[in-house]
């Protein structure tokens, strides 16, 4: 599976922006992959942000995003969406796309980490400006 990430971009604090993770290579669209994303600010680790179950029906957010990121898919597209409302400063980072062929008990992604398996997309830059 190949994963490309877009959407990244310079936005003000307080504004919105979506960001993209398109698969190729697998087929997304047979439900079978927990999607998610992380993200890595300057001079920290890569963190946790969110996944979304195969049929997208459970969504799973770190608690520093819940209320303002939403993590959707589209199974017929490959793609899966992150919506972030009210940008914030704290939100820069290179934000990751990742994908586990598993179920969602037993993704990592499920329980907010990855593992030895999980594809990773290239990262697309968020800038937030205040």
């Known amino acids: 599976v190949q994963l490309q990430a877009s959407g990244g971009g310079l936005v003000q604090a307080g504004g919105c922006l979506r960001l993209s993770c398109a698969g190729s290579?697998?087929?997304?669209?047979?439900?079978?992959?927990?999607m998610g994303w992380f993200r890595q600010a300057p001079g920290k680790e890569r963190e946790f942000v969110a996944a979304?179950?195969?049929?997208?029906?459970?969504?799973y957010y770190a608690d520093s995003v819940k209320g303002r990121f939403t993590l959707s898919r589209d199974n017929m597209r490959n793609t899966v969406y992150l919506q972030i409302h009210d940008v914030k400063s704290e939100d820069t980072a290179v934000y990751y796309c990742?994908?586990?062929?598993?179920?969602?008990?037993?993704?990592?992604?499920?329980?907010?980490?990855?593992?030895?398996?999980?594809?990773w997309g290239q990262g697309t830059q968020v800038t937030v400006s205040s």
């Open positions: 290579g697998g087929s997304l669209s047979k439900s079978n992959y927990v």
């Open positions: 990742a994908a586990d062929a598993s179920s969602w008990v037993r993704s990592p992604l499920s329980g907010g980490r990855s593992g030895p398996r999980t594809f």
């Open positions: 979304i179950s195969g049929t997208a029906r459970i969504t």
